[in-house]
């Protein structure tokens, strides 16, 4: 946010409680792909727009955002393939980096975005009708992230798709864009990999005061044991720190997934205080009954998603959400889309809270306590 | 607003000479930090800052929010901004993979912070130093604690020298699967006042954002003898400051 600092510094104070949106007072328009928000922040689309709206907006530029992985799971992939569509839709310079010996054919299982908006503009026409009958305060009761998201303007539409998860990427995507895939396997340190970041994002990224377009950078499973630099733990704590700042200087977003119970404690946390914005994915079993009768649409879920950790730049109010924990879901077997976990109603109880419910069968059952409210 | 602010400046009557705020992963203690810089700043102190974690305009905006326009005494040689994150500052990076210039990290910060103390120092006032925070600092020295122990050696003769104060931000989190987190052991030795931040144990909500342990060490009573101060808060972060209260005294 090196950017930001300069006309805060010339300009005299004015009032404290003035908007200062320097993005927008620019006469400079977006490139797209990127959203404004508040205290002078701006967003870049995660490439699931529910998860946008959870996030308030998407991924904040110069943000690390940090994916733990499910050891028995691919579904952090979900989340990366996504990130990166949306980034090459966006013809946004993509930075690729994995532990696979070839990571360019990764390339080739980006799901494509739903191609015709016949298929997308009846749900949200239906969404839209819908808003404009419940009063506003409401909104977060009935499907709030359809919502946020249906009712932006027509240019802004544009800025999350939809992605079919069946359908891969066309070529004419991916050829001719400023992609560079990275093995990540046979660095015996991270400094190659730390200065061709480095290089990347001085090439793409922005200039102080020129707006050229947010960079993404996507690295799957950094800490692999296959990797040589798998015990290096300062050394890849060192990168992650300088990544950040890369990250924040330039004003770029990085996704990392990681698998959590591959490093000790200690390191862990260091990790997660790293992290800008901290995620974790889980699968679910398949046949939990207990679980399948107390959520609603449980056999549409593929896993949970939780938040962790929103840390936002300008602002000491730390982002609170109304719920931490979401369902990931596949609609129409096509979209991934984030949802509320919904309780299923259940005879004769008034409802306990998923997280109380460890007894499973038995708090659907029975009845709950007077203090129930 | 005013008597809720002032709750939490009654727990800290004296600033001290070195003060410890300590948060975790799920909350974050920046808002002491940032409270603390306006602190020093109104009592006419000269302030510098340390920042590993984050950029000038992050602490600028955020402070301006709070009535405290850093821009100014930064003109005026009463703040200096010692910005660790900028790439091209950062000692030891990619190249310096085998230690040997690592080394250098805190004894040349402190060199940086000695220089700034002479170029900012009054007769009048005491320089406040504000370290945000020691765990990036403990990476930016690829994990050498004892490198990080000497920095803070270094300070603590700056404490007695120069008349001093220091604030470090770390994180108790990361230390407690250690069995002897010796930089923690020693941080919470050499400070005289102790600020932790811990999350709810019902977990974050809109109102009450976390809870907040005041130790004040070395507190005189009316007999004379020293004793340790202990005080527990809930606490709000708002934009333009905080506003503890006594847990549960919130309808």
Redesign the interface.
């Known amino acids: 946010?090196?950017a930001?600092?300069a006309p805060?510094?010339t300009r005299p104070?004015v009032s404290?409680f003035s908007r200062?949106t320097q993005l927008s007072g620019l006469s400079i328009p977006l490139p797209p792909g990127i959203r404004t928000g508040p205290?002078?922040t701006a967003f870049v689309s995660s490439g699931i727009p529910t998860l946008d709206a959870i996030l308030g907006g998407g991924y904040c530029l110069g943000s690390l955002v940090m994916v733990m992985e499910d050891p028995d799971a691919p579904h952090h992939m979900l989340l990366l393939r996504s990130f990166m569509s949306q980034g090459i839709v966006h013809d946004q310079p993509l930075l690729y980096a994995s532990p696979a010996e070839e990571p360019r054919r990764f390339l080739g299982t980006l799901p494509s975005p739903a191609c015709s908006t016949a298929d997308k503009s009846p749900r949200r026409d239906r969404e839209e009708d819908k808003g404009l009958r419940i009063a506003w305060q409401y909104k977060k009761y009935f499907d709030e992230t359809h919502q946020s998201i249906s009712s932006r303007k027509d240019n802004e539409i544009e800025y999350s798709s939809d992605f079919d998860l069946r359908k891969p990427l066309q070529r004419q995507f991916i050829s001719g864009r400023k992609i560079e895939c990275i093995s990540i396997l046979k660095n015996s340190?991270?400094?190659a990999f730390?200065?061709r970041c480095?290089v990347f994002l001085n090439q793409h990224a922005r200039k102080e005061g020129s707006i050229l377009g947010a960079c993404r950078i996507s690295i799957q499973s950094f800490c692999a044991p296959q990797c040589e630099y798998f015990n290096q733990?300062?050394?890849v704590?060192?990168?992650l720190?300088?990544l950040r700042?890369?990250v924040?200087?330039s004003n770029s977003v990085a996704v990392l997934t990681f698998s959590p119970s591959l490093l000790?404690?200690?390191s862990l946390?260091?990790w997660?205080?790293l992290a800008d914005i901290?995620i974790s994915v889980r699968a679910i079993p398949d046949d939990d009954k207990d679980m399948a009768k107390l959520l609603t649409g449980y056999q549409d879920m593929v896993g949970l998603l939780n938040i962790?950790?929103i840390?936002r730049?300008?602002?000491?109010?730390?982002f609170?959400?109304d719920a931490?924990m979401f369902s990931m879901k596949l609609q129409k077997r096509k979209y991934l889309i984030m949802e509320c976990l919904n309780q299923a109603p259940v005879d004769g109880s008034g409802g306990s809270s998923y997280a109380a419910s460890g007894t499973g069968s038995c708090s659907s059952a029975s009845k709950t306590g007077p203090l129930d409210f | 607003m005013a008597g809720s602010r002032s709750l939490l400046d009654e727990a800290l009557p004296t600033l001290g000479k070195a003060l410890l705020i300590e948060d975790c992963v799920e909350t974050s203690g920046g808002f002491l930090l940032h409270h603390l810089v306006k602190r020093f700043l109104l009592c006419d102190r000269p302030v510098i800052l340390v920042a590993f974690a984050n950029t000038f305009s992050h602490y600028d905006r955020i402070l301006r929010k709070l009535g405290c326009n850093l821009a100014a005494p930064r003109d005026k040689n009463r703040f200096v901004f010692v910005d660790m994150l900028d790439p091209q500052l950062q000692v030891g990076n990619s190249g310096g993979t085998d230690g040997s210039a690592d080394g250098d990290v805190g004894f040349s910060l402190y060199e940086r912070i000695c220089k700034a103390v002479r170029s900012i120092s009054t007769e009048k006032n005491s320089v406040a130093i504000l370290v945000d925070d020691l765990s990036l600092m403990e990476v930016a020295c690829k994990g050498s604690v004892d490198d990080v122990i000497d920095f803070l050696h270094h300070c603590h003769t700056l404490i007695a020298e120069s008349d001093c104060s220091f604030v470090f931000l770390n994180h108790h989190d990361i230390y407690s699967s250690m069995e002897r987190p010796s930089l923690m052991l020693y941080l919470e030795y050499m400070a005289d006042v102790l600020l932790r931040v811990e999350p709810l144990a019902t977990g974050s909500a809109v109102d009450v954002h976390g809870q907040l342990t005041v130790l004040n060490r070395g507190v005189h009573d009316v007999a004379g003898t020293s004793r340790s101060k202990f005080q527990n808060f809930h606490y709000r972060v708002k934009e333009n400051g905080i506003e503890c209260f006594y847990p549960g005294s919130r309808g």
């Open positions: 946010m090196a930001a600092a805060t510094l104070r404290s200062s205290n002078s340190d991270l400094a730390h200065d480095g733990e300062w050394q704590l060192s990168f720190r300088s700042s890369m924040k200087s000790p404690p200690s946390k260091r997660q205080h901290l962790h950790k840390a730049p300008n602002v000491q109010v730390p609170i959400l931490t």
